[in-house]
C-alpha cells in the first residue's frame, strides 16, 4: 500500500455519464489533494462513462484513475477498488452521490492525523444527507445521540441507536487494512450490498471516530434507482441473499474479541436488515413471499439459536412480524407513513 496516499475514495460507476463530473468535481475539491486517490470503476458502462473517468485521469495524474472491467454489478466494482486501494483509508463514494466542500478538509484533517501513528483509527463515522429530488428540504442524519463526537471511543461508547438508526455506507470511511482483514467479498450482480458492507468489517474495528459533519450528498429519487419502493419490491429476493451473508458473519457474543456494545450494534443492525427484507417481501402481496418470509427468520434461527432469540426480540422485528393479513396491513400502512415523513424511497 503507498502510505503517502491517506484516502482513497473508490467510485462504482455504471452508466453514470449524466452524474460522474459532479461526483469527480466534489471529490477533487480539496486544493491540497495529492495524497487522495480516487479510483472510478466503470463496470462494463455502454455510455460515456468510462470516456469521462479517462478524461479525469489525463487531467488529474497520480489522483485519478480509470478501471473498466466487465460488468460485476455494483458489489463487484466495489471489490474491485478495495482491492486496488492504496490509500491508508477508502470510502466508496457512489458515482451519482457527492461530498461536501467543506466537510472533505474536515475528513481529510482527521485521516491525516493517524498517517504516522502508531494505533491508527479504524473507521470514521460521519453524517449524510437525503438530497432526494424535488425536495427543498434535506433531511441530515446525524450519530450525536448515539455517539460522542471528536474523540476516539469503542463499541462500548455507544449509546442505544433508534429503531431505524443504523450505520449505513454512506457515513462510513475505513481503514484499508481492516476492510481486507475482514475478508469481505461482495456478491456481485446484486443489490443492497451496502449492508454487507456497513457490517461484515465490524469485528475488526476496535476504535471509532465521529465527525459530526454532513460529509455524503446521498443522491435519491431518479427514475429506476434501486432504492425505489417498486425496484425493492421485484429485487426482494436479493435483500434475502443479503440478509444470509450478513447472518453468517454474525458474531456469538461468546466469541473471543466480541464486546457487548459490538454485539449489541450488530444484532441492532441484523434486526433492521431482516425487518427491511421482510417489508418487502409484504409489499409484494405475494402468497410465495409471504412464505419465505417465515423461512428468513427460520434460517436465523437454524443458524444461531441465540442469535435468533436477541434479533427477533427486537421491537423493529415484532413489528414487522404481526400475525395474518391484519399484520400485514399494519405493516404497509406504516411504510406508507414513514415513507411521507422521512422521504427515503
Known sequence: MDQDKILTFVVPAYNMQTYLK????????????????????????????????????????????????????????????????????VKVVDADDWV??????????????QRDSDDPLD??????????????????????????????????????????????????????????????????????????????????????????TPFYHYFIGREGQSVQTDVMIRRVQQLCRVNRQMLTATPEATDEGVTPGLYRYMIHFLAIESSITTVFLILSRDSNNYRVQKELWNNIREYSPTIYRDTRGKLVSRAMNLPGPAGRFCVRVGYRIANMILGFN
Not at 460515456?48 to 466494482?77: C, M, S
Not at 467543506?102 to 492525523?113: H, I, M, N, Y
Not at 450519530?143 to 455507544?158: G, P, Q, Y
Open 123 to 212: 473507521m470514521l463515522v460521519t453524517d449524510y444527507v437525503y438530497d432526494k429530488v424535488g425536495r427543498k428540504h434535506k433531511h441530515v442524519v446525524d450519530f450525536s445521540k448515539v455517539m460522542e463526537a471528536n474523540r476516539r471511543i469503542t463499541w462500548d461508547d455507544l449509546g442505544d441507536f433508534g429503531i431505524a438508526q443504523y450505520i449505513i455506507m454512506h457515513a462510513l470511511t475505513f481503514r484499508t487494512e481492516v476492510v481486507r482483514m475482514s475478508g469481505m467479498t461482495l456478491p456481485e450482480h446484486t443489490f443492497y450490498v451496502d449492508f454487507i458492507y456497513s457490517y461484515q468489517p465490524f469485528p475488526w474495528v476496535k476504535s471509532i471516530y465521529y465527525l459530526s
Open 100 to 113: 461536501g466542500a467543506s466537510s472533505l478538509a474536515e475528513v481529510l484533517d482527521v485521516l491525516r492525523r
Open 22 to 89: 459532479r461526483c469527480l468535481n466534489a471529490l477533487l475539491a480539496s486544493p491540497d489533494n495529492v495524497d487522495v486517490e480516487v479510483l472510478v470503476v466503470d463496470d462494463g458502462s455502454t455510455d460515456g462513462t468510462l470516456a469521462v473517468a479517462q478524461d479525469y485521469q489525463r487531467r488529474f495524474p497520480g489522483i485519478v484513475r480509470a478501471i473498466h472491467q466487465e460488468n460485476k454489478g455494483h458489489g463487484g466494482a466495489v471489490n474491485t477498488g478495495i482491492a486496488e486501494a492504496a490509500g491508508m483509508y
